[in-house]
């Protein structure tokens, strides 16, 4: 019955669920709606409103396109192709290879929320070279659960990070709340572990019947696999004197190894300093330089390395164009103060017992409008922080609500699928029915342990 539900699901969304550009457009044409309707702005304020978020995500958005692209250059290398195929062959099942899928998402993101952005992405091609009959909706969308699951109870998680930083913008109010009280309490790493199995037990049990099968080709339309442009040829145009031009200076510094292997070990002593300079804590910044010279120093030459380089271009045009309509997006909630609005609705029918699930939600509904945990946590955090003193609710409680709530709904949008989708070349209807069920059930999950929260901790 599962599997009939998922099928008619991602055949519906499919046939009527837009593509992320046109999700990314209704949405902002819904917030406007609200900024007036709710927060009682008029149109031309709320068009400041979105005109002065509009660039606000641009460092953001150079980030992502470099995490896309330094993540790809990596994956075709060589040794992590390699690496990489070796992984996918681990499972030996096309359902297997879903749980798999699943598994290496979720693990890579609560390690660190960038790293599922190179690792779902990257990993999925090579599990489909090693499995061509799996099903390639259900695995493109196993791909996506760090983003939905993981993340924000992990180790990057930005607001219980935020709120054990000495001089954050909450000190003064709330003091200094240890992250062994957020991210490692008992609460949060069993609920954790909880999700991680019932969502690789649920992919299981969502795995289509043979004649609904949908393979990369069927999905993407064509007689070849995406991943059969994969991994870029480490020896393509890498050959010293080819052709009849014979050989030159230029040919040698191109297709030899010392000029990636000098400016790699300079560049990973560069991110070390970074690192150091940033309190030994991992930024995107940090992150971004080290992989650009990790990638470097795993191609044979620079020809190679620019080769995968420029076939990794391709896969960020949906970043650049989209980001900054979400950033529009949080202008206007920001600026309007719907957000405040919206949050006295919830906290106002709250009581002590109830504070922590309905945290819950409304980050989850928040979330679907401003995808953004560290800047959406600036929004909320004031009246939050100070709701969960009113009723004597301890804050790690509200900020692990907070948490769990803010990726909760990533499972309907596709802000952050948008790495994905780009170099597994579908559109987000195309796994959103698969999605949406799957979301059903973390719902449910995380519901339950928020209402039980207060008696058991």
Same mark, same amino acid.
């Given at each position: 019955?599962?599997? @009939? ?6 055949? =519906? +969304?499919?046939?009527? $669920? ?6 990314? *457009? ?23 409103? =979105? ?53 290496? +998402?979720?693990?890579?993101? =609560? ?28 695995? /493109? ?7 939905? *699951? ?43 572990? /909880?999700? #991680? ?21 069927? /999905? ?51 991110? %070390? ?7 030994? @804590? ?33 896969? $960020? ?34 009581? !002590? ?7 819950? %939600? ?12 560290? +800047? ?19 804050? !790690? ?6 948490? =769990? ?19 597994? @070349? $579908?559109?987000?209807?195309?796994? #959103? ?10 719902? #449910? ?8 929260? !207060?008696?058991?901790?």
């Amino acid at each position: 019955m599962l599997t @009939r539900a998922a099928n008619a699901a991602a055949n =519906w +969304s499919a046939r009527w $669920v837009p593509n992320a550009f046109v999700i990314a *457009c209704l949405l902002t044409l819904v917030v406007f709606a609200l900024v007036i309707a709710v927060a009682g702005k008029n149109p031309i304020a709320a068009q400041g409103y =979105w005109v002065k978020g509009f660039w606000e995500l641009l460092e953001l958005a150079m980030q992502m396109s470099l995490i896309v692209l330094t993540g790809y250059v990596v994956a075709v290398s060589p040794a992590v192709s390699r690496l990489l195929e070796s992984t996918a062959g681990l499972a030996t099942t096309t359902t297997g290879a879903v749980v798999l899928m699943g598994l290496v +998402s979720m693990g890579a993101s =609560w390690l660190h929320w960038g790293l599922v952005l190179i690792a779902g992405p990257t990993f999925l091609q090579f599990l489909v070279r090693k499995h061509p009959r799996i099903d390639y909706r259900l695995a /493109v969308a196993a791909g996506y659960l760090g983003s939905t *699951c993981t993340w924000h109870a992990g180790l990057s998680g930005s607001a219980p990070l935020l709120m054990a930083t000495p001089k954050n913008f909450m000190e003064a109010q709330a003091g200094l709340i240890p992250i062994s009280t957020t991210t490692f309490s008992a609460f949060n790493l069993i609920l954790t572990a /909880v999700i #991680v199995v019932v969502m690789s037990v649920t992919l299981r049990r969502l795995y289509p019947r043979d004649a609904d099968v949908m393979t990369s080709a069927a /999905v993407i339309g064509g007689s070849r696999a995406t991943v059969e442009e994969l991994p870029v040829d480490p020896h393509a145009h890498g050959r010293v004197g080819d052709g009849s031009s014979g050989f030159s200076l230029a040919d040698a510094i191109e297709h030899r190894y010392a000029l990636n292997l000098v400016m790699g070990l300079l560049g990973l002593s560069g991110a %070390w300093t970074l690192y150091a300079e940033g309190g030994y @804590r991992m930024s995107l910044n940090v992150f971004n330089f080290a992989f650009l010279f990790v990638a470097l120093l795993l191609h044979p030459s620079p020809a190679s390395f620019t080769q995968a380089a420029t076939r990794g271009a391709t896969y $960020v045009h949906g970043i650049v164009v989209q980001f900054p309509f979400y950033a529009g997006m949080y202008g206007l909630i920001r600026y309007s103060g719907l957000a405040e609005t919206i949050g006295h609705w919830f906290v106002s029918i709250a009581s !002590p017992r109830t504070f922590p699930v309905i945290i819950y %939600w409304y980050s989850g509904v928040l979330s679907y409008f401003i995808p953004s945990g560290g +800047s959406k946590w600036a929004v909320e955090a004031p009246y939050v922080v100070s709701a969960a003193q009113a009723l004597a609710v301890p804050i !790690p409680h509200a900020i692990l609500a907070y948490a =769990w709530g803010d990726m909760s709904t990533h499972f309907l949008q596709p802000f952050w699928a948008i790495p994905l989708l780009a170099i597994a @070349r $579908v559109e987000f209807k195309d796994i #959103v029915g698969y999605l949406a069920l799957l979301f059903v059930v973390n719902l #449910v999950v995380v519901s339950t342990a928020f209402l039980l929260l !207060p008696y058991i901790w």
